[in-house]
């Protein structure tokens, strides 16, 4: 017995968690300070983790109702028909759902050089080719539609992340308006916007009035700080009624992170002071550090350090891990979430040191 041959495929490796790596170090792991996987530094809605504890005897039944009303939660947060919302594990189920529902065998995406590795990897998994456009530091990892259009070559999907990761670049709704326009009629461009909430710029929903190729992908992961419990969500086109049932994973999202989800959700409060903190590290990152940096619309800042496989473990063994980017073909970049004020402050005085 084998599997099929899966020797194309780049395997998925996670980060480490904190105990393995405190571990290593011979530290604390409450002393670590992590800010390599853009996770939310103020932790989850205590509402959310009040849903959670709530909703704990009735784990032994199917979410039946809690899928549906977090469904419907959504839908009118957005104002669109419930069928627009594809509830998945994170978003990263989302992209799993696209490329079911869009790619045929040999069909072609078209993902940003450098860029998050699931789109990639989801069509390949179903049997789909992948081709790149490049994202150009020397101009700020810009994102227009021209630049995207140069390397299309009439592939069945494009993925914009917008806010860009590991950069922090936006697309402008006009120029992903311009992009959708320049498209075959049957090339869909699906807006990432796992970091949408910490950007100052409108969501690409809004183009849903007046077009029918745009989806949007969104998350709970991030400002909502629900990342371990993986709730994400597609926004797809009106037309697209029937094609959720036909593509999803039977309850994607568990009871609690249903629960949980639709908590978080309503929590106002939380998300904003997320998003406070996260334009507040931004700022202060860029303000402060003695390295070049790329104007961000996430939680994180994207820092050109020289060599950052050496700067990462010099930092780790000062208890702050960061992203190297070498993985993303960046090995003169390190990326870094933006924590606590505290928690801030203290890497970028460590990363000053390092430097
Ligand atoms: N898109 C982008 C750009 C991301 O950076 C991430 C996660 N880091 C995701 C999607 C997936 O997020 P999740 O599956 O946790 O919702």
């Not at 899966?6 to 571990?23: K, N």
């Not at 759902?97 to 790619?103: D, I, N």
């Not at 860009?164 to 498209?183: C, F, I, K, Q, Y």
């Not at 991030?222 to 009624?241: F, I, Q, S, T």
Request: aromatic share 8%; net charge negative.
């Amino acid at each position: 017995m084998h599997t099929r041959d899966l020797s194309d495929h780049s395997p998925y490796v996670p980060g480490r968690g904190d105990e393995e790596v405190a571990r290593e170090l011979g530290i604390d792991p409450a002393e670590l300070i992590t800010l390599s996987s853009n996770e939310n530094p103020h932790g989850a809605s205590p509402d959310a983790v009040e849903a959670i504890r709530e909703s704990a005897e009735s784990i032994s039944v199917y979410p039946k109702s809690s899928h549906a009303d977090l469904i419907a939660g959504l839908a009118e947060e957005w104002d669109l028909a419930e069928e627009q919302v594809w509830l998945s594990a994170g978003a990263d189920g989302s992209i799993d759902y696209l490329s079911r529902a869009m790619l045929e065998p040999d069909d072609r995406i078209l993902i940003p050089d450098p860029g998050f590795a699931y789109y990639g990897m989801s069509a390949r998994y179903h049997h789909g080719e992948v081709a790149t456009y490049d994202l150009d530091p020397a101009d700020d990892f810009e994102q227009t539609a021209e630049s995207i259009l140069d390397a299309y070559a009439g592939e069945r999907m494009i993925y914009v992340t917008s806010p860009h990761n590991p950069s922090g670049s936006v697309m402008d709704l006009s120029e992903v308006r311009l992009l959708a326009d320049a498209t075959a009629e049957e090339t869909l461009v699906v807006v990432d916007e796992a970091y949408g909430e910490f950007a100052e710029t409108p969501s690409a929903v809004e183009l849903f009035e007046e077009r029918d190729d745009v989806a949007v992908l969104r998350t709970f992961s991030k400002a909502y700080g629900l990342a371990g419990l993986r709730v994400g969500y597609a926004l797809v086109p009106e037309d697209w009624a029937d094609a959720y049932a036909r593509v999803n994973t039977p309850f994607a999202a568990s009871e609690l992170a249903c629960r949980a989800a639709l908590a978080a959700l309503v929590d106002d409060e939380h998300v904003e002071r997320s998003i406070e903190s996260a334009r507040w590290g931004r700022e202060y990152v860029r303000e402060h550090v003695d390295a070049p940096t790329v104007e961000s619309a996430g939680n994180f800042v994207l820092i050109e350090v020289g060599d950052a496989e050496a700067v990462t473990e010099a930092l780790q063994h000062e208890g702050i891990i960061v992203r190297d980017c070498t993985s993303f073909g960046l090995p003169e970049h390190v990326r870094v979430t933006t924590g606590t004020r505290e928690e801030t402050r203290a890497a970028v005085e460590a990363i000053n040191d390092v430097l």
